[in-house]
């Protein structure tokens, strides 16, 4: 874990920036909110969501490692180098067991050779943000009144496509027809 990736303002914890225990800490009560209310929805909700190939999102994510290095045992201590915060990372690859001496398989004038780590490219269908395999819960759960799975759109702009617009507006429609409606008069009364 890289301290820059969790503070990158280099701010102190009470000046608002983060530490590795609070961001922690963080993440344990928000997988514990996440667990709690996974399964929770109002009896008439409607949903819709990107379940298109053209716009792939990482259902998991893949790093493509230096041909040369066959073993990647202990990958996790390996220390980074070099980030090109684009989706390639320069690693050097250590002997644990050996001291902290350099492997020697790579090795150059007595330091080891750079080993690169390369982020694949997304390939599953989604909307660029959400994999159609976590959306698709909304789907399998049966507690929708009725889902759209649509294609033909990117995450953080889905509400500039015609069909999102379209099934938004028929899913406000039903909802709003599901209402118990009262007079203002006998509110007044």
């Known amino acids: 874990m890289r301290k820059e990736w969790i503070n990158p303002s280099g701010l102190p914890p009470d000046k608002g920036g983060g530490s590795f225990k609070r961001t922690s800490d963080y993440l344990d009560k928000a997988q514990f909110l996440h667990n709690k ?64 001496m350099p492997f020697s398989k790579g090795m150059t004038f007595g330091k080891p050779a750079s080993i690169y780590a390369t982020l694949q490219s997304a390939t599953a269908p989604g909307d660029q943000t959400v994999p159609v395999r976590s959306a698709d819960h909304q789907l399998r759960s049966g507690k929708f009144k009725g889902v759209f799975r649509q294609t033909g759109y990117e995450h953080q702009s889905s509400y500039e496509d015609k069909d999102v617009i379209a099934s938004t507006l028929y899913c406000i429609v039903r909802i709003a027809q599901q209402a118990k409606w009262v007079c203002v008069k006998e509110l007044l009364a």
Do not use: M
């Open 37 to 100: 209310i996974v399964n929770t929805f109002h009896p008439n909700s409607y949903a819709h969501y990107g379940a298109d190939a053209k716009h792939a999102s990482y259902g998991e994510v893949v790093w493509e490692i230096s041909d040369y290095c066959a073993d990647t045992t202990g990958w996790q201590e390996w220390p980074i180098v070099y980030d090109t915060r684009q989706g390639r990372l320069e690693v050097a690859r250590w002997e644990k067991n050996q001291s902290n």
